[in-house]
């Protein structure tokens, strides 16, 4: 099965996402659509970054659009140093089978520098992409 891959590159950083539907774990039947996405964060700077904080945009085709805000990533705040990356996978619920994410990171250079890493718009389908 194909699953697409979204990347953006902002201030010499790469983010990499690749969505899936997990189709186990969602009840179309009470509007519960769950998506897993594995990201990876690649530095191409000459600086180590910091991961302070996340902003995601939701937006769901059943109307419901959200923003969440938070420290770090899953509970931590890595440092990624100059060719180096970090990975990561979370989720999120849909009350329909498609929708859309997107966002930044909030990041700080070794030189106390703070920049927004976007994150690119990806799309969030139950239906599998041939």
Request: hydrophobic share 35%; net charge negative.
């Amino acid at each position: 099965m194909y699953q697409p891959t979204f990347v953006e590159v902002s201030h010499d950083v790469s983010v990499e996402v690749k969505p899936i539907y997990l189709e186990d774990e969602s009840s179309p039947v009470v509007n519960k659509h769950v998506f897993a996405y594995f990201i990876t964060i690649r530095n191409m700077g000459e600086q180590s970054v910091k991961l302070l904080k996340r902003h995601w945009e939701i937006k769901d085709s059943a109307g419901e659009d959200y923003e969440v805000d938070g420290e770090g990533v899953i509970g931590m705040q890595p440092t990624i140093a100059p060719n180096d990356e970090h990975e990561y996978n979370s989720f999120c619920v849909l009350k329909s089978y498609r929708g859309s994410m997107q966002g930044y990171y909030t990041m700080e250079r070794e030189d106390g520098k703070l920049i927004n890493v976007r994150i690119p718009k990806f799309l969030l389908s139950s239906h599998v992409l041939n």
